[in-house]
């Protein structure tokens, strides 16, 4: 029997923003396990920044691809987006 506790299942959520075509932030890519680590994976090639906050992901999860974030997640997102355009500055 294995009595080492088991570590949470990785998940990850990949959002896309075009300011000027999109209404608001959309999942553009989404999973689980070694899915989630190839999108962290990708991101971080590509210089993205990655940004790791479970109950964030797990409301994200819930979203189907190429579906844009709901209203009630604008606040979150809009304050998370801005302080990722101010560091990268």
Known sequence: MNDKPSKPRQSAVALRYEKNTDPAPKV??????????AIIRHAEAAGLYVHQQ???VGLLMQLELDEYIPAELYQVV??????IYQIEE
């Open 28 to 37: 553009v890519a989404k999973g689980y396990g070694e899915t989630a680590e």
């Open 54 to 56: 479970s109950e964030l």
């Open 78 to 83: 809009a304050e998370l987006l801005a302080w």
